[in-house]
């Protein structure tokens, strides 16, 4: 038996606001409630809702910049930077900038769009 999993056909999440979201791990993809990995691009001028999520995050952005606010503070991670945002911390994701921004994601545990807490 195989002690390995080779994902070739991630979970493509469905989005209204330009976003990729490919899930190669996780809840959508193999049931994991433990973990999820995605490899997302988000467009220029791209933001999300702040929220409050019910997992810790971690961030590692390939190409372009992305932007948090964080409790009221603002950062801006570059191409080779990462960030861990512990989980209950209120946070918004944008890309205000001029080019898409592709990074990666992983939750612990997994995403659920239930765990999110969104401020619409």
């Keep these: 038996m195989k002690k390995y999993t ?13 976003k990729v979201i490919k899930e ?3 809840l959508a993809t193999d049931g994991n409630p ?3 990995i995605a490899h997302m691009i988000a467009p220029a001028g791209w933001s999300e809702p702040f929220q409050t ?3 810790d995050e971690f961030t590692f952005i390939i190409k372009g910049k992305k932007q948090f606010i964080i409790e009221g503070e603002m950062v801006v991670l ?3 930077q990462s960030i861990k945002i512990e989980r ?3 946070v918004q ?3 205000p900038f001029t080019e898409p921004c592709e990074y990666l994601a992983i939750c612990t545990p997994a995403f659920s769009i239930n765990s999110v807490n969104r401020e619409d």
Excluded: K
């Design 24 to 26: 190669h791990f996780g």
């Design 78 to 80: 570059e191409a080779g």
């Design 6 to 18: 080779i994902q070739n056909n991630p979970f493509v999440v469905p989005t209204n606001d330009g």
């Design 93 to 95: 994701y944008s890309n």
């Design 53 to 55: 999520p019910e997992f």
């Design 34 to 36: 433990n973990i999820s």
């Design 88 to 90: 209950h911390t209120r």
